[in-house]
Each structure stands twice: as structure tokens, then as C-alpha cells.
């Protein structure tokens, strides 16, 4: 095992400083993140906090439909072909426009569904804005800057991004209402900063050239990624929506709370899945050894499971550090152990069959995780348990969302050449 993890680094020596760059940011973002995670657990109410979540969860969804997809090209291309960048970030830019009414639609539609009788629309359109069109497109400026290795740039982004919606909770909390209305204007205000800053300072300084032949070829990868990437968030923050409408804003806060100290640890996992994708769109050889694959997979449910137990492990020996109303949920999150290791391991998956470019095949596993997902929740949810027992059987349900992502992606790479680039 020594030697195999030895030569493993040896031959990817590049990938492996790129992924200390990024990780370092990483840490940036993680103790920025907890500033800010605080700042606004603390100052809005649980059930306020359960509201912004969910929503913000919807906006997350929703951003994956922005130029429907199209950044999955302009990606790639960053990668492989840099020279085109300018073409397809004009590509890029006319899809955005051209997806902006079905966006707004598809939020019409969500606020009337799930928060008509609970949040105001206005308030529920600032946060929308914010995660669709702002914080996308600072995230879009970071794939690029990872695309064309300058990692330290994109993770230096990440941060400042991070920091800005940070201050602007902290001003929340020292000078606002502590309402959730007004914390949608400093929410809309820090993203929109952040998107300014992103292109002025950090996009590559590109001509914009028209090359619709360019963008027709790339149509169908670019809809089926943006079909991917929506199914991927919905079955990622499905979860918020469904507690929210079985339990009410309450519970949902409180899961909220859960899961996002929980993603807080998955911050140095989802660098590794950036470096090794990159890995992969350009050689795929790595995953037939049957050895590798279960290094991986075994490395990041390790690296998952650490964070979370050093969390809990914190959180037990000081349990109002992180504030009152995270410390009604901070006990509880000792009895998710297994719930990252599961959930980053169904994200590494997701990036397998991106990689490899199976993007159909992605979407259309996306999908049965989505429905399967639902499912689960609605009937845990449904059995009205004590919070403790509901939480720990999420342990239950994420594992039984784990087999099924691995027994079908694995089946997917071991059928399908990989297409090229």
C-alpha cells in the first residue's frame, strides 16, 4: 500500500501541488465559512435560518440550468484547447441570456410551491439572484482559472468570495433587524460583489468571438451536463425542500444546521475531485485498476469521516462555541458520522462519469438517485420519530443512496468507451 500510494504521488507530483494550492484556500474557506455560518445561524431565527437554507438550496438547483449547461464546454475547453476560450466564453454568455426566462419561470414556480405561505417573494427572488446569477458566475470564473491551472488564482477567488458574503453576515448581525428580509439585500449585495470581482480581476482576459458552428457541436453535451448538474443539486439539497414541507421551518432549520457543518468538512474532499477530474478528461487509464478505484474511494470516506468526528469531537468538548442556536443541533451531529462519507463518495461518482464523458449516463443516474433519495426522506420523515432516531436512520438512507451511485457507475465505466474530448 506504501509503495502503490508512493508511486501514485510520484507520477502525479503536478496534480498533487495544484491540490495543495487549492487545499489551501480550502482552509482559507473553511474558517471564513464558520465565520459567516455563525454570524447568520445565530441572527436569524432557527426557523428563518431553515427558510434561507431551503431557498438557497432551490437557488443552488436552479443555477445549474444557467446558459443551460454551456459551462461544461468552456471548461473543457480551458483545459484542453485554451486558445477557444474567447469563442466560448461568448458562447457562454448568449446561453445565459437565452436561459434567463425559463430561470425566472422555474423560480416563479418553486416559490409558489414550496414557499407561498412562507416567505415573501421579493425576499425569495433577492436569494435566487444571488446564487443563479452572482455566486454562479464568480464559480464559473474558478472553474476557468482551474481549467487553465492557475489554481492558487481560482482558490484565492474562492476565498475572497467567501470573505465577502462573510462581512456582510457579520454587518448583518451588528446592524440589521435580524430579519430575514433584510438579510436578503446584504446576501444579493456580497454575491453581487463577488461576481463583479471575479470578472474584472480574475477571468482570463479574452476577445469575444462569435463561432456558432462551435457551439452547435457542443449542444447536446452542454444540455445533457446542465440536465446532470440540476439532477445532481436536486438530489444533493432535495433533502432541505423535503423537510421543510413534512416538518416545517423549525425542523428544517435544524437540519440545515446538521448539514451544513457537515459540508463544511467536505471542503479538502471536493478540491481532490477538482484535481482528479482534470486527471481524467485527460487519461482515463488510472480507473482500470481495480486497486486504485478502492484507494480513492477509501481515501475520500476517510478524509470525510475524520472531519466530521474532529467537528462533533469540538463541538462536544465546547458546545455553545459556535453559538445558541447551533448548539441546540450541535449534538446531533455525532449520530450523521457516516452521512459525508456517503455523500462525497456519490459526488466522486458523479465526477467519474463526467470525466470519462458520460454525461447521458451521469444524468440519467442522477435522476434514480434524485427519486430514490425523495423516497427515502419522505419515509423516514413520515414515521414522525424523536429528532434523534430520524437523524441516525439518515444514515441508513444515504447508504443505500452510496450502493446504488457505485453499482451503477461502476457499471457505466466498465461498459462504455471513453469519448473524446
Not at 462525497?344 to 449516463?361: K, P
Amino acid at each position: 500500500m506504501i509503495v502503490r500510494l508512493r508511486n501514485l504521488a510520484s507520477a502525479n507530483s503536478a496534480l498533487i501541488r495544484g491540490y495543495l494550492s487549492m487545499v489551501g484556500g480550502s482552509a482559507g474557506r473553511l474558517v471564513i465559512s464558520l465565520v459567516y455560518f455563525i454570524a447568520i445561524a445565530n441572527t436569524l431565527s432557527i426557523a428563518e435560518f431553515g427558510l434561507f437554507a431551503t431557498a438557497s438550496a432551490c437557488g443552488i438547483m436552479l443555477s445549474r440550468l444557467l446558459a443551460f449547461g454551456f459551462v461544461s464546454p468552456l471548461y473543457r475547453i480551458a483545459t484542453v484547447k485554451t486558445r477557444l476560450l474567447g469563442a466560448y466564453t461568448a458562447g457562454f454568455l448568449a446561453g445565459m441570456v437565452l436561459s434567463a426566462p425559463v430561470i425566472a419561470l422555474a423560480a416563479w414556480l418553486t416559490h409558489m410551491l414550496v414557499f407561498a405561505d412562507q416567505m415573501a417573494l421579493a425576499t425569495f427572488a433577492k436569494i435566487i439572484v444571488a446564487e443563479v446569477l452572482c455566486w454562479r458566475i464568480m464559480e464559473i470564473a474558478v472553474i476557468v482559472s482551474y481549467g487553465t491551472n492557475r489554481f492558487g488564482s481560482g482558490s484565492v477567488l474562492v476565498v475572497v468570495a467567501t470573505l465577502l458574503k462573510t462581512i456582510a453576515a457579520v454587518l448583518f448581525a451588528w446592524l440589521a433587524d435580524a430579519s430575514l428580509e433584510s438579510w436578503g439585500w446584504y446576501y444579493l449585495a456580497a454575491n453581487g460583489l463577488s461576481a463583479i470581482v471575479a470578472v474584472v480581476f480574475f477571468y482570463p482576459r479574452v476577445r469575444l468571438r462569435w463561432k456558432l458552428e462551435l457551439y452547435t457541436r457542443r449542444w447536446v453535451d452542454a444540455v445533457s451536463v446542465a440536465g446532470a448538474e440540476m439532477l445532481f443539486y436536486i438530489q444533493s439539497e432535495l433533502d432541505k425542500v423535503l423537510v421543510l414541507s413534512l416538518g416545517g421551518p423549525e425542523t428544517a432549520g435544524i437540519y440545515a444546521i446538521i448539514m451544513r457543518l457537515v459540508d463544511l468538512t467536505a471542503l479538502p474532499v471536493r478540491a481532490f475531485l477538482t484535481v482528479l477530474t482534470q486527471r481524467l478528461m485527460r487519461t482515463s487509464a488510472m480507473l482500470n485498476d481495480l486497486k486504485n478505484r478502492i484507494l480513492l474511494e477509501g481515501a475520500v470516506a476517510t478524509v470525510s469521516t475524520a472531519g466530521l468526528l474532529g467537528m462533533a469531537g469540538f463541538l462536544w468538548l465546547f458546545p455553545n462555541a459556535l453559538g445558541r442556536n447551533v448548539s441546540v443541533a450541535a449534538p446531533l451531529l455525532i449520530f450523521v458520522v457516516l452521512v459525508p462519507a456517503f455523500r462525497n463518495l456519490i459526488e466522486y461518482h458523479s465526477e467519474l462519469l463526467y470525466a470519462t464523458g458520460r454525461t447521458v449516463v451521469r444524468m440519467l443516474i442522477l435522476a434514480s438517485l434524485g427519486i430514490m433519495k425523495a423516497l427515502l426522506l419522505a419515509y423516514v420523515l413520515g414515521l414522525h420519530l424523536d429528532v434523534v432516531i430520524w437523524v441516525e436512520l439518515l444514515n441508513a438512507a444515504f447508504l443505500v443512496l452510496y450502493l446504488q451511485s457505485a453499482l451503477m457507475t461502476y457499471r457505466a465505466l466498465r461498459s462504455v468507451k471513453k469519448r473524446p474530448i
